[in-house]
T-cell receptor
Framework: DAKTTQPPSMDCAEGRAANLPCNHSTISGNEYVYWYRQIHSQGPQYIIH???NNETNEMASLIITEDRKSSTLILPHATLRDTAVYYC??????????????FGSGTQLTVLP | GAGVSQTPSNKVTEKGKYVELRCDPISGHTALYWYRQSLGQGPEFLIY????????DSGLPNDRFFAVRPEGSVSTLKIQRTERGDSAVYLC???????????FGPGTRLTVL
């Protein structure tokens, strides 16, 4: 699976949008971009995933650039409970792709009151 | 519905002892994964089950580690002759199939003294 690069940490004011970037310049055509987050002392939590179109769900929006080499996770109105480590993961889903998730170091997002 | 559960939540053992960690996946999920997370790092893949069989055990660090899923539901991760370096949080995840998003349990914190 392609490697991803994320900033180690970011701060965001409560109520503002949090924009978390991810670079995945070696992504291939059959690889999806997944985002998970891990709140302290909990297991990772699935947020959203996409292939090439922008995606939105009740938790977040995912914006993928046209060349698919980078993406941004957007939390539209961050709350203190969104403080967590956010992982951007590239994952293939073709029959020959590994099924496990390959986690990097992620971005520690701290939402400030 | 019920999520992924793991028992025990904490396990303290002495070097050289044998330990078993249990994972109860979400009902109906055919895929089950074990990961290990050391302090300050992202989770690392250990083994993936599809049904009863281990489809990929490439992440197991050595032959002291073994996992089973005899009836395609509950899984047990077994560690023989524990070492201090085995201390970590052991995470279990399940998914509907190998291609769907994974749902994680809260983890078992293993401490080897």
């Amino acid at each position: 699976d392609a490697k991803t690069t994320q900033p180690p940490s970011m701060d965001c004011a409560e109520g503002r949008a949090a924009n978390l970037p991810c670079n995945h310049s070696t992504i291939s055509g059959n690889e999806y971009v997944y985002w998970y987050r891990q709140i302290h002392s909990q297991g990772p939590q699935y947020i959203i995933h996409g292939l090439k179109n922008n995606e939105t769900n009740e938790m977040a929006s995912l914006i993928i650039t046209e060349d698919r080499k980078s993406s941004t996770l957007i939390l539209p109105h961050a709350t203190l409970r969104d403080t967590a480590v956010y992982y951007c993961i590239v994952r293939g889903i073709s029959s020959g792709s590994a099924r496990q998730l390959t986690f990097g170091s992620g971005t520690q997002l701290t939402v400030l009151p | 519905g019920a999520g992924v559960s793991q028992t025990p939540s904490n396990k303290v053992t002495e070097k050289g002892k044998y330990v078993e960690l249990r994972c109860d996946p979400i009902s109906g999920h055919t895929a089950l994964y074990w990961y290990r997370q050391s302090l300050g790092q992202g989770p690392e893949f250990l083994i993936y089950f599809q049904g009863t069989g281990a489809a990929d055990d490439s992440g197991l660090p050595n032959d002291r580690f073994f996992a089973v899923r005899p009836e395609g539901s509950v899984s047990t991760l077994k560690i023989q002759r524990t070492e201090r370096g085995d201390s970590a949080v052991y995470l279990c995840a399940s998914s509907l199939s190998g291609r769907n998003e994974q749902f994680f349990g809260p983890g078992t914190r293993l401490t080897v003294l």
